[in-house]
């Protein structure tokens, strides 16, 4: 299963406990997730269902390449992670 994690500096918005799904893309595991807990949808996906602009996805410690459709694959031990991008200077 796909194991989906969220960093605590998003869990203190929104509740985003860890939670396994299964699922072959990173859409479809996000929609898993989403499923059961719809409030974390909008707050990583934008109105279009494309991964927020502030928002980054890694599979296995390397960022999802495509960003709109979801379509990088998962495998039954991957680690989906999301979190905050944060700048600064």
Do not use: W
């Amino acid at each position: 299963m796909t194991t989906i994690r969220f960093t605590g500096n998003i869990q203190r918005h929104v509740s985003a406990p860890d939670c396994e799904v299964e699922a072959t893309t990173v859409g479809e595991a996000l929609n898993r997730y989403f499923d059961r807990y719809p409030g974390v949808r909008s707050y990583v996906l934008d109105n279009q269902g494309a991964v927020r602009h502030h928002m980054l996805v890694l599979v296995d410690g390397i960022s999802i390449a495509d960003r709109r459709r979801l379509s990088d694959p998962v495998e039954s031990d991957t680690e989906l992670f999301v979190f905050q991008a944060l700048s600064g200077g």
